[in-house]
């Protein structure tokens, strides 16, 4: 089955600064990969996601990037603000079938 | 709300005990799955529908695990025997993979097992 990997676990940076977190997935037949935001106590929520034809997709300050070959997709978030402190996690599926997620990355951004 | 419901939002129960949760997809939402998050991991697959034919279960579930999704809506799951390791959230998510949203998944609050 698939493997999907997440890194780093915890981020912290400064308001302002960029934050990227990073996945690995082992199955070459994935094609689709969604990213969450989960506050604390609070469902998960879609916040941007990117299919294996295209090698990145851009919405406001968030951007992913994939790259099939070496089978990464990154998250980048840049000019962070308080309220972009959560848990993201990364998912890899094959066409919406079983969707396997990364084990999270707690972001905390510093005002 | 139009969003996907999940009931009840918190179940505490005895060791040994059944427990039935439900999930009500976003009524044009034709795939259903049940995930279980515990704390600080990802949501685990445990089983997926479209419409009420059940296309996948994870290893994770157990055959004290089972799902339904009787007449392609709302569905069940039920933990037989329950254990002290199934203390966990179980979230629901539904997608429609026909509609323009194609496989974006929307998750529902999630229901909160504590197993004593």
């Known amino acids: 089955g698939e493997n999907v990997e997440q890194h780093p676990s915890t981020l912290s940076v400064q308001e302002g600064d960029s934050a990227v977190i990073k996945c690995t997935y082992s199955?070459?037949?994935?094609?689709?990969f969604p990213w969450y935001k989960q506050e604390l106590g609070k469902r998960p929520q879609l916040i941007i996601d990117i299919r294996s034809n295209v090698g990145e997709k851009k919405d406001q300050r968030i951007a992913v990037t994939l790259n099939k070959t070496a089978k990464h997709f990154s998250l980048h978030i840049t000019e962070t603000q308080p309220e972009d402190s959560a848990v993201y996690f990364c998912a890899a599926s094959n066409t919406g079938n079983q969707f396997y997620f990364g084990t999270g990355t707690s972001l905390t951004v510093i005002p | 709300d139009t969003g996907v419901s999940q009931d009840p939002r918190h179940k505490i129960t005895k060791r040994g005990q059944n427990v039935t949760f439900r999930c009500d997809p976003i009524?044009?939402?034709?795939?259903l799955y049940w995930y279980r998050q515990t704390l600080g991991q990802g949501p685990e697959f445990l089983t997926y529908?479209?419409?009420?034919?059940?296309?996948?279960k994870s290893r994770l579930l157990s055959d004290r695990f089972s799902a339904e999704r009787p007449k392609g809506s709302f569905s069940t799951l039920e933990i037989q025997r329950t254990e002290q390791g199934d203390s966990a959230m179980y979230l629901c998510?539904?997608?429609?993979?026909?509609?323009?949203?194609?496989?974006?998944?929307?998750f529902g609050a999630g229901t909160r097992l504590s197993v004593l």
């Open positions: 199955d070459s037949a994935s094609n689709y």
């Open positions: 998510a539904s997608s429609a993979p026909g509609l323009a949203t194609g496989n974006i998944q929307y």
């Open positions: 529908f479209q419409n009420e034919a059940q296309l996948e």
């Open positions: 009524s044009e939402h034709n795939r």
